[in-house]
């Protein structure tokens, strides 16, 4: 578990331009060895989000801090105690893959080159090639190798898997799980829901420049749905008979709730029910992002009163 310490530290974060409000009264607080995920649709706001931890942007108002250090009045401390990893990495063109690996790991703090080539190496990167050669998929593993090389306290990486294969996409799963391991602190910002769902400890979600939602994944992998297909209909009152349980949809054929807590209690009354097939399954992280980001009839468009969900930001 995460100790309590936030490292990462944001209030009533806000950025206008002009007259769109890009993010709006972001409050949050990252804690010190979590993996920490952003998720949101294109132009929900993450990347403006980063660019105002990594002191490359101006607040309009609030304040963010990483560290300690206030993230645009002191960017040049902020930016030793953090790896950044940019949605589209700029290479030099004309230099070959380990000279760029090279060129990182001498102006990084914390870098190494040694390390830098057993990560490209795990990758499956050919750091032989020049940049201008390389394919979409290799130079960003290469700003991956270069990135995660650094031992900084954060790595803040965004959209870290696009681009790369499934094989190669577990490979920098189980690289920010060994940061996590190290006590490093990580913030992963993506659209792959499952990735988020197997690598993150907790979630915000962000829709047009809010944080609308706080998950954490220790609690969702708790959350069951569960499908009934009946014989013969239940006159029991369902909501009373197991405390948590949630009726999702109910005709006398076919019951469907959630559970979010044990399912072994719930296994012996179902056993009870007069039942045809059953179905348990998780309810996931699709399901939470579809609460908010679903324009389908029957998605929110203001925060449901789920009692597992945290609205105020991520505090
Ligand atoms: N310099 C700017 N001037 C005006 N609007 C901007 C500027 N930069 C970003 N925006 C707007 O702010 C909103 C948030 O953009 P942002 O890049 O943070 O989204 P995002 O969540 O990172 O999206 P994506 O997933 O596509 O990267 C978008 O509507 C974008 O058009």
Known sequence: MPSSTPIVETSELTKIYGQFTALSRCSLS????????????NGAGKTTL????????????GSA??????????????????????????????????EVLQFFA??????????????????ELDFSRRVNFMSTGMR??????????????????????????????????????????????????????????EVCDRVVIV????????QEMSQLRMQHRILCRL?????????SAIPGLRVIRRTDREVVFETAGELQPLLGWLATLPLSDVKIEPVGLRAIYD?????????????????????????
Do not use: W
Not at 207 to 214: D, I, P
Not at 293 to 314: D, F, R, Y
């Open 231 to 239: 014989d013969a209909p239940l006159d029991e009152d369902l909501s």
């Open 30 to 41: 990252v804690e010190t060895g979590e993996v920490f995920g952003l998720l949101g649709p």
């Open 207 to 214: 829709r047009k420049g809010e944080l609308v939602c706080t």
């Open 291 to 315: 609460r908010y980001h679903n324009t389908q009839p029957g998605a929110v468009q203001s925060p449901p009163s789920t009692p597992e969900l945290s609205l105020e930001g991520a505090k």
């Open 106 to 123: 001498d102006v990084r703090p914390g870098g190494s080159l040694p390390r830098a080539l057993e990560f490209a190496e795990r990758l």
């Open 65 to 98: 801090k990483v560290s300690g250090f206030d993230c645009h009045r002191q960017s040049v401390e902020v930016r030793k105690v953090l790896s950044y990893l940019p949605a589209e990495a700029a290479m030099f063109p004309h230099m070959r893959g380990k």
């Open 140 to 197: 960003q593993k290469l700003a991956l190798a270069a990135t995660l090389a650094a031992d900084t306290p954060v790595y803040i990486l965004d959209e870290p898997t696009a681009n790369l294969d499934p094989n190669v996409r577990s490979t920098v799963l189980a690289m920010v799980s060994e940061a996590r391991a190290r006590g490093r602190t990580v913030i992963f910002s993506s659209h792959v829901l499952s990735e988020v769902e």
């Open 50 to 61: 980063i660019r105002l931890l990594l002191g490359y942007l101006k607040p309009s108002a």
